[in-house]
T-cell receptor, first 112, second 112 residues
Framework: GDSVTQMEGPVTLSEEAFLTINCTYTATGYPSLFWYVQYPGEGLQLLLKATKADDKGSNKGFEATYRKETTSFHLEKGSVQVSDSAVYFCALRSNTGNQFYFGTGTSLTVIP | DAGVTQSPTHLIKTRGQQVTLRCSPKSGHDTVSWYQQALGQGPQFIFQYYEEEERQRGNFPDRFSGHQFPNYSSELNVNALLLGDSALYLC???????????FGSGTRLTVV
């Protein structure tokens, strides 16, 4: 079945460091891929998405490229800020269904 | 424009009791999905409602049931609560077939 495997956390970085959170997926067909962010005590917010191979999603300095050959959708940011501290979830939505499949989440803490 | 509204925000129930959680979708959205997020895990799909019918269901027992009303709002009911049902329950709304998935802030259910 469809699934997402996400890099285990927690991740702690200094401000202005480079961030990579790895995400790989298993799916039949051609899923859409997403990164969601969850701040403490809140629901999920869409960070970025890509709907087909080689698409690059970007938002607020974060980027992820849909790589069909490696079934990956790694999240990157060149210079993290304290305000980026949150839990990040990789997710896919199959083109044959209506549900999202989420990874287990990666907690990021950025220290000044 | 109000997003997805969930109520209550927190509640505590005793094992064996029944609970009803409520969700009002974002304006213009007619599809409602429910997810269970256990502590430290990614959200798991419970079911989706469209046109007042359950359209798709995840791997959850029949103790979990739902309803959608003509105004598109929805309820999630859980019977015979178990300690393992303690989780954050997230509601998400979307336009049918669209990618505009919007999550609410969730209801934190604690079963004691």
């Amino acid at each position: 079945g469809d699934s997402v495997t996400q890099m285990e956390g927690p991740v702690t970085l200094s401000e202005e460091a480079f961030l990579t959170i790895n995400c790989t997926y298993t799916a039949t067909g051609y899923p859409s891929l997403f990164w969601y962010v969850q701040y403490p005590g809140e629901g999920l917010q869409l960070l970025l998405k890509a709907t087909k191979a080689d698409d690059k999603g970007s938002n607020k300095g974060f980027e992820a490229t849909y790589r069909k050959e490696t079934t990956s959708f790694h999240l990157e940011k060149g210079s993290v800020q304290v305000s980026d501290s949150a839990v990040y979830f990789c997710a896919l939505r199959s083109n044959t269904g209506n549900q999202f499949y989420f990874g287990t989440g990666t907690s990021l803490t950025v220290i000044p | 424009d109000a997003g997805v509204t969930q109520s209550p925000t927190h509640l505590i129930k005793t094992r064996g009791q029944q609970v009803t959680l409520r969700c009002s979708p974002k304006s213009g959205h007619d599809t409602v999905s429910w997810y269970q997020q256990a502590l430290g895990q990614g959200p798991q799909f419970i079911f989706q409602y469209y046109e007042e019918e359950e359209r798709q269901r995840g791997n959850f027992p029949d103790r979990f049931s739902g309803h959608q009303f003509p105004n598109y709002s929805s309820e999630l009911n859980v019977n015979a609560l178990l300690l393992g049902d303690s989780a954050l329950y997230l509601c998400a709304s979307s336009p049918d077939g669209g990618y505009g998935y919007t999550f609410g802030s969730g209801t934190r259910l604690t079963v004691v």
